[in-house]
């Protein structure tokens, strides 16, 4: 198998060089090896590094004119830059209203220390995941889905299981976004003006109706314009904090808290459970990484993926620590945890929840239309054969699945309205695994297989350049039911750093468990609250 390089232009002009070769079907690979994956990849980033250059092509997979069209096309689609991936990423996370509740629960100092090293650590974990899609995907295997990327590593399993994961995971995002968006409506209607659940029903409708839109790159505007808004909302309820007491009513059905005077510490004595409640919520503030494949599938030069990711979790580690320091410090224990819903005058209420409600609806689509795509590409194309989502029956089957997504994030808000502890059972279950214990995990295995098969050489090319395919293969042949193989691809590289995987993998999947039981029983706790809101009842949470 090698590499040549074609004239895209002079080609479909008409040249003839390689006419007879064209005629037939390439041939294709049924099974491709960890070692194709790799030299298919490093050429899609070769071409895409330098587009007007004659593009590169494997010799042994030489394409048909329609098939190069075809790639034209797929290249065509792929528009984002970096600079719309860093407004894609603040949109999903950059809501810090939820930062100054987590420092209510922990205190000054573990607060600060942890949004520091957690934003760190996800930052690491965010590079891990570019350069493995970097590394495993192409226009010919091309990855699509965080599960797509576990595939190339694990097997089909982990795969399916990441699905299930991520699948969970927005549809509680979204579900947590109706619930917020509720909250906010109740309290510009005066509160209690109508049924709880009707304002949560109200959002899933409107969600139904965005959720019509198919295409990534029609939320670039939108996405551009919540990151403004959100750090309007920053500035200004940090202003009203400044000139108002807390919300007493509010604090007292949502958290139990009598009114009182405000005290803040810098460590705080609660539950164990209440203090991993806040820890998860931190964690929240980093759950992008779910979505960063589908956010590298639509760039044009995935490369460049890492800029946007870096500048995006640098604004959100400051932003959060920010605004949870100085509200924290004027509300102390009445901290609500939508912090801008926490002031006690009713038309400094209002700004923030007004603005709030299109932020978070533009999050909402974001999330609706990731979660509904991997829906599709997992279940309809993958498991049942079905259409392209770009087909007509694609576009009926695509509306019918916005419907059903919608209804059961409507369940999810209304059948839990806790918008902390909401928050902090999917932390737990899912945005710690993706953001925290799955990347580390995958580029343990990942190492570990190309050390096993003797690619060590192939990997350590910087990314865009073209690997060699006519270098016999180094891989001796064993299998991984041999000592010898597992031996091989742990300390065949760099173990040290296999070991530091290792350890980060199982740190993050101690503190997951420690999370469900912390937000588990926080849950319980808060409807055991006299006047708490009730599963799919009339009462609201503010």
Wanted: glycine share 8%.
């Amino acid at each position: 198998m090698s590499v040549h390089k074609i004239d895209e232009k002079s080609s479909s002009e008409g040249s003839t060089d390689f006419a007879p070769e064209l005629k037939t079907e390439p041939i294709s690979l049924t099974e491709p090896t960890l070692r194709d994956y790799l030299i298919y990849a490093s050429v899609s980033r070769s071409n895409e590094t330098k587009p007007s250059d004659a593009q590169i092509e494997v010799e042994h997979a030489r394409k048909t004119e329609h098939q190069r069209e075809l790639d034209q096309a797929r290249r065509a689609l792929r528009t984002a830059t970096w600079v719309s991936v860093f407004f894609l990423i603040t949109t999903d996370i950059l809501g810090p209203f939820n930062a100054p509740f987590a420092f209510s629960q922990v205190g000054y100092v573990p607060g600060a220390v942890l949004y520091v090293v957690m934003g760190g650590v996800a930052c690491f974990t965010g590079l891990q995941l570019w350069k493995l899609f970097c590394r495993l995907d192409s226009h010919e295997f091309p990855v699509k889905t965080y599960g797509d990327l576990g595939e190339r590593i694990f097997g089909k399993e982990f795969k399916h299981f990441c699905t299930v994961l991520q699948s969970l995971q927005l549809i509680i995002n979204v579900g947590v976004i109706c619930l917020s968006n509720a909250q906010s409506l109740e309290q510009l209607a005066a509160n209690h003006q109508f049924c709880f659940s009707v304002s949560v029903l109200i959002w899933a409708i409107v969600g139904m109706c965005l959720g019509q839109v198919r295409s990534l790159q029609k939320y670039g505007f939108f996405a551009n314009s919540a990151v403004w808004l959100n750090l309007l909302i920053i500035f200004t309820s940090m202003g009203f904090v400044a000139h108002s007491p807390p919300n007493f009513a509010a604090a007292l059905t949502s958290l139990g808290q009598s009114e009182g005077p405000v005290q803040t510490a810098k460590f705080v004595s609660l539950p164990l459970f209440d203090k991993v409640n806040g820890i998860m919520q931190m964690v929240f503030a980093y759950g992008g990484a779910m979505i960063f494949p589908e956010f590298l599938a639509e760039m044009r030069r995935p490369m460049d993926f890492w800029k946007g990711m870096i500048c995006a979790q640098l604004l959100i580690c400051t932003a959060y620590l920010m605004y949870g320091l100085f509200v924290y410090s004027f509300q102390g224990q009445f901290t609500l945890p939508l912090a801008y819903q926490g002031v006690s005058k009713q038309s400094w209420q209002d700004v923030g929840n007004v603005f709030a409600l299109i932020t978070g609806i533009i999050a909402a689509g974001l999330y609706g239309n990731i979660g509904i795509k991997v829906a599709y590409y997992s279940i309809i194309e993958d498991w049942f054969k079905g259409p392209a989502l770009t087909s007509r029956t694609g576009r009926f089957i695509w509306t019918v699945m916005v419907f059903i997504y919608w209804s059961l994030a409507f369940v999810v808000g209304s059948a839990i309205p806790q918008v902390a502890s909401v928050s902090g059972v999917v932390a737990a279950i899912c945005i710690m695994q993706f953001s925290y214990t799955f990347p580390p995990l995958m580029m343990l295995g990942y190492k570990m297989k190309i050390a096993a098969a003797g690619l060590i050489a192939e990997d350590s090319l910087a990314i865009g350049d073209v690997i060699d395919a006519n270098t016999p293969s180094k891989d001796p042949g064993d299998t991984w039911m041999q000592w010898s193989r597992w031996k091989r691809g742990f300390f065949g590289g760099t173990w040290y750093y296999n070991l530091f995987n290792l350890i980060l993998f199982l740190a993050s999947l101690s503190m997951a468990c420690l999370g469900m039981y912390g937000s588990g029983t926080a849950i319980k706790a808060t409807f055991q609250l006299e006047g708490a809101a009730t599963s799919f009842g009339c009462r609201s949470p503010v």
